[in-house]
């Protein structure tokens, strides 16, 4: 399906008649067209079918790993190169502060640490 403008949008109806010439088109050169009814599938008789998770078992109890968890970082620790790095906390910072009076007017701005 090839348009001569890059900027036209094909329609319903253009898709669907494109579609029906290259049917035709498939026919008239000896190609033919399978009919399947509805619920067939492609899998073979043979081949059991896809097994889809049921659950309706028992919960089961897991198994605690805390202890090779913590067995595992121990030994990934001992085995760096250098100690990890240190997050650094946020420096203190000033803030400009603005005092007012009674009635809402600025009266003077001052610095206050955090």
Avoid: C
């Avoid at 899998?43 to 067995?71: C, G, W, Y």
């Amino acid at each position: 399906m090839k348009r001569a403008s890059y900027r036209y949008r094909a329609t319903k109806a253009d898709l669907r008649s494109d579609l029906n010439k290259d049917v035709a088109a498939f026919l008239s050169r000896g190609g033919s067209i399978e009919h399947f009814e509805p619920g067939e599938t492609a899998l073979e008789a043979r081949v059991s079918p896809l097994r889809t998770p049921i659950f309706n078992e028992p919960k089961t109890e897991r198994t605690p790993v805390d202890d090779v968890m913590a067995a595992l970082d121990a030994r990934r620790r001992k085995n760096l190169k250098r100690a990890p790095a240190r997050k650094r906390g946020r420096k203190p910072q000033l803030r400009k502060r603005i005092i007012y009076d009674d009635f809402g007017e600025a009266l003077r701005t001052v610095w206050q640490d955090d």
